[in-house]
């Protein structure tokens, strides 16, 4: 079986890459490559970025979809939108180059009015100027849609300014003004949106000036288109189609809503540009519009919001019975079984009713400040003041007396346990100086009995923030809970790319970033003529030394010099890389040529930020498939990740026991798995910060003495 297996797995490998080779070929010589024309202004063009003709979004975006697509950029420094601008983007060189190059594809990025616009907008005292905007921009999109290969054309929503100076392109005319005039824009021409803005929200780092975004800052944007332009589609009939009652279109926030009247309760739907495979929607439950910034990232993915106002039952027999009959419709609509369910404040009690008497209708949960014991809010009976006028509601709702109601225990509070027993996630965003909710009276004990039943909760905390406001305002976190626990997520950790890392603080020499490491690795490699080892990895690794010219900080090297003196070994540790970065670098590199005996990979750790356990091992097995086929004489010592996160239930720990369960079914006759696990976790289970920096990731001197040594071990048996 054994034997069976193995082969059955070479197979897998070898098939995978033929498959890829294939398609290769197709776009050389048969299918063109679908075109994309990225048009826009000094942000599209990258100024400022470092190594710019890399590492501008465009290009990263190319290298994300690969060879079966061919993205352009035309973007150019200081246009402006409008014709009265300095360089109104319309006259220049770059525009007509990308009428000229037909595209697929149209992405647009001209939101962010520049200086000679604000002056504009000064002048024109607003509304002459907005008039324009909306004009010309419809002009611009026209003059793309009409072209031949009729493209999709997706807007960018313009990125967040950090500047104060109001002569300057300032924050509230972006947000107030800006945005909704191009949401309107959207919803009148059809065009797609990516809100950027929100995912910029609190990302001031990644700017390199306040206004323009750093490289880093570019891989946000391509790794966000990435995720719009290779959605599943379906194709189906107008879910609007389908609604018989009488119906009113408008604008949400750029997408097409529909209101009408389900069993005598207001009800609307807003419908995704794109349907995703599955249409999965999301139930919002009250405060309609409040805070939406979850909600149309959510659109963007494909997703459906939804609503059926039962204002004001406070979850009772008749609301739930109410969201029944509304759940069936959609049903007959054809939206997905499983619905994400979503609750602000007192939507928190109609969202658990409802999910504690249909679990197995439930995907997941997103409750923010929530109502779960009505004693606490509106009752008042706790530390909270509470509401007498909705006290009454409530009680006259559930036709109690004040002291049964004092005494009412069908809070969803009260069903944790069978709550928990649901299955699904439940994901809750509180603020802990909540005084009209209290924390204390409502999400921490829920959390506590959730938990003990087994149930699966995260509690994201808002130090000093009261009731107000909700969410949060780059609503990532959120959403990509929503997108893993309905299996909508991207697994970027297995999309090999190159990195766009170019700050020195990774221990680099001034004016270096990622691709002079990766060339100094790749010209290391090539020069040594007998390469016994290769050291694979990211900032822990890239701390060995070796030769590298660029590299500043390296506390391994004196102990690594000496456990291996002798041999010839090359660091190839890049600081900050992920399993997709070394996925690359193998792909585009010297490695596979250079044939070394030993290859140590360490790697996963960076991932954790943003990937699961799971996604992380998926991205290692990928980078160890490559070395299989391609590199089939060369022994590899697997460590993954090394050991990290300073307490057994810190969630990096947590994810790094993923991750070994994982790996460790990899081992082969070429591949010897070492976990360092004994060595740098103590028995109690917390790291050991004799060998381990107190961010509970990198390694100090005596953990590379250590490391040295443990391996130096495994070699000298396998290098004879």
């Given at each position: 079986m054994y034997f069976l297996n193995k082969h059955i797995s070479k197979f897998k490998v070898v098939f995978s890459f033929f498959i890829l080779n294939i398609l290769f070929l197709n776009t050389i010589f048969g299918q063109q490559p679908i075109k994309i024309a990225c048009v826009g202004n000094s942000i599209t063009y990258g100024i400022g970025v470092v190594n710019r003709e890399k590492n501008n979004f465009p290009q990263q975006l190319q290298s994300l979809?690969?060879?079966?697509?061919?993205?352009s950029n035309f973007g150019t420094r200081g246009v402006t939108l409008l014709p009265d601008g300095n360089l109104?983007?319309?006259?220049?060189?770059?525009?007509?180059?990308?009428?000229?190059?037909?595209?697929?594809?149209?992405?647009?990025?001209?939101?962010?009015?520049n200086p000679k616009e604000v002056e504009l907008y000064k002048q024109n005292i607003n509304k002459a100027f907005y008039e324009n905007f909306e004009k010309d921009y419809t002009r611009l999109i026209m003059s793309y849609s009409n072209l031949p290969s009729h493209p999709r054309i997706i807007l960018l929503l313009p990125?967040?300014?950090?500047?104060?100076?109001?002569?300057?392109?300032?924050?509230?005319?972006?947000?107030?003004?800006i945005i909704p005039r191009i949401q309107k824009v959207a919803f009148e021409t059809g065009a797609e949106l990516l809100d950027v803005?929100?995912?910029?929200?609190?990302?001031?780092?990644?700017?390199?000036?306040?206004?323009?975004?750093?490289?880093?800052?570019?891989?946000?944007?391509?790794?966000?288109?990435?995720?719009?332009?290779?959605?599943?589609?379906?194709?189906?009939?107008?879910?609007?189609?389908?609604?018989?009652?009488?119906?009113?279109?408008?604008?949400?926030?750029?997408?097409?809503?529909?209101?009408?009247?389900?069993?005598?309760?207001?009800?609307?739907?807003?419908?995704?540009?794109?349907?995703?495979?599955?249409?999965?929607?999301?139930w919002r439950a009250r405060f309609w519009g409040h805070e939406p910034q979850t909600d149309i990232a959510l659109l963007e993915r494909g997703f459906y919001i939804v609503y059926c106002d039962v204002a004001e039952l406070y979850g009772n027999k008749e609301s739930v019975l109410i969201w029944d009959q509304f759940y069936a419709y959609m049903q007959q609509l054809g939206l997905s079984k499983k619905v994400v369910l979503e609750g602000m404040s007192r939507g928190g009690v109609y969202i658990y009713n409802w999910a504690y008497h249909n679990p197995k209708k439930v995907a997941a949960v997103y409750a923010d400040a929530p109502v779960l014991d009505l004693k606490s809010w509106p009752g008042g009976k706790g530390k909270g003041p509470g509401s007498k006028e909705d006290w009454a509601i409530f009680?006259?709702?559930?036709?109690?007396?004040?002291?049964?109601?004092?005494?009412?225990?069908?809070?969803?509070?009260?069903?944790?346990?069978?709550?928990?027993?649901?299955?699904?996630?439940?994901?809750?965003?509180?603020?802990?100086?909540?005084?009209?909710?209290?924390?204390?009276?409502?999400?921490?004990?829920?959390?506590?009995?959730?938990?003990?039943?087994?149930?699966?909760?995260?509690?994201?905390?808002?130090?000093?923030?009261?009731?107000?406001?909700?969410?949060?305002?780059?609503?990532?976190?959120?959403?990509?809970?929503?997108?893993?626990?309905?299996?909508?997520?991207?697994?970027?950790?297995?999309?090999?790319t190159p990195s766009a890392e170019y700050r020195s603080a990774a221990g680099w020499k001034e004016g270096t970033d990622w691709w002079v490491q990766n060339d100094d690795i790749n010209q290391l490699i090539t020069s040594n003529k007998k390469l016994d080892i290769i050291f694979l990895g990211n900032s822990i690794t890239q701390g060995i030394g070796g030769e590298r010219p660029s590299v500043t900080y390296k506390p391994g090297k004196i102990f690594f010099d000496s456990?291996?003196?002798?041999?010839?070994?090359?660091?190839?540790?890049?600081?900050?890389?992920?399993?997709?970065?070394?996925?690359?670098?193998?792909?585009?590199g010297t490695y596979?040529?250079?044939?070394?005996?030993?290859?140590?990979?360490?790697?996963?750790?960076?991932?954790?930020?943003?990937?699961s356990g799971e996604e992380t091992a998926s991205g290692i097995k990928l980078i160890l498939q490559w070395m299989k086929l391609h590199m089939p004489q060369t022994k590899i010592i697997l460590i993954g990740p090394l050991p990290t996160g300073l307490k057994p239930e810190s969630s990096n720990r947590l994810k790094y026991e993923v991750v070994h369960s994982i790996i460790k079914k990899e081992v082969t006759h070429q591949i010897i798995y070492l976990p360092l696990t004994k060595y740098f976790i103590k028995e109690n289970?917390?790291?050991?910060?004799?060998?381990?920096?107190?961010?509970?990731?990198?390694?100090?001197?005596?953990g590379y003495e250590l490391w040295a040594k443990v391996l130096s071990e495994v070699v000298r048996k396998m290098i004879k």
């Open positions: 979809l690969g060879v079966s697509y061919k993205v109104p983007y319309a006259n220049t060189t770059e525009y007509k180059n990308s009428i000229k190059c037909k595209p697929n594809i149209v992405v647009i990025d001209l939101g962010n009015i990125l967040p300014s950090f500047l104060v100076d109001s002569n300057s392109v300032f924050k509230q005319v972006i947000q107030q003004n803005h929100s995912l910029f929200a609190d990302k001031q780092d990644l700017f390199l000036d306040k206004v323009h975004p750093s490289s880093l800052g570019a891989t946000l944007i391509s790794k966000r288109l990435y995720e719009l332009i290779k959605l599943n589609e379906v194709k189906q009939a107008s879910v609007f189609l389908k609604v018989k009652q009488t119906k009113t279109l408008s604008s949400f926030y750029g997408f097409e809503c529909i209101d009408f009247t389900f069993n005598n309760r207001n009800a609307k739907i807003v419908r995704p540009k794109k349907v995703v495979k599955g249409s999965p929607w999301i009680k006259n709702d559930y036709r109690l007396t004040e002291e049964q109601a004092s005494q009412f225990q069908d809070h969803p509070i009260d069903h944790a346990d069978s709550i928990a027993k649901g299955g699904f996630p439940m994901l809750h965003v509180v603020g802990d100086a909540d005084e009209v909710v209290p924390v204390q009276e409502n999400t921490n004990p829920f959390e506590i009995k959730i938990k003990k039943a087994g149930g699966s909760i995260t509690v994201i905390h808002k130090p000093g923030v009261g009731h107000h406001p909700h969410s949060l305002e780059n609503p990532t976190p959120i959403v990509d809970f929503v997108l893993k626990s309905t299996g909508y997520n991207t697994h970027f950790a297995s999309i090999a456990a291996f003196k002798g041999y010839q070994w090359v660091s190839a540790g890049i600081s900050g890389d992920r399993t997709q970065h070394v996925l690359w670098r193998l792909q585009h596979a040529s250079a044939k070394p005996k030993v290859i140590v990979l360490t790697i996963g750790v960076n991932n954790f930020n943003e990937d289970g917390d790291l050991d910060t004799r060998f381990c920096s107190g961010d509970g990731i990198h390694l100090i001197e005596p």
